[in-house]
Nanobody, 125 residues
Framework: EELVESGGGSVQAGGSLRLSCVAS????????MGWFRQAAEKKREGVAT???????NYADSVKGRFTISQDNNMQTLYLQMNTLKAEDSAIYYC????????????????????WGRGTRVTVSS
């Protein structure tokens, strides 16, 4: 199994980035998939999650600014990030959490599951 993130970079506050995550070695449509982030000297924070039926869940800190989505074969996960703020600066990890049970997925905690190596996002104010 593998998750490979890309799309991170440096951007000014107010700008946008789109993160991508390619999943391989497992059927991503059977799992809750999502993103969590970790900033320096801070705890991991669940950002967004998506289920196979398209239901989504967001952290309050990103609602209205971030959008999580998957492509048609559900093996590529995206995180569109708009109106970025300095406090969004972190390493973002794509994560497979648990087998989807038909209900909405909980935000990932970054404490369990399987995740990639991450992609760094730096937002300058």
């Amino acid at each position: 199994e593998e998750l490979v993130e890309s799309g991170g970079g440096s951007v000014q506050a107010g700008g946008s980035l789109r993160l991508s995550c390619v999943a391989s070695g497992f059927n991503a449509s059977r799992y809750c998939m999502g993103w969590f982030r970790q900033a320096a000297e801070k705890k991991r924070e669940g950002v967004a999650t998506i289920a196979a039926d398209g239901s989504v869940n967001y952290a309050d800190s990103v609602k209205g600014r971030f959008t999580i989505s998957q492509d048609n074969n559900m093996q590529t996960l995206y995180l569109q990030m708009n109106t970025l703020k300095a406090e969004d600066s972190a390493i973002y990890y794509c994560v497979k959490t648990y087998y989807w049970n038909g209900r909405s997925c909980d935000l990932p905690t970054g404490l369990f599951g399987f995740w990639g190596r991450g992609t760094r996002v730096t937002v300058s104010s």
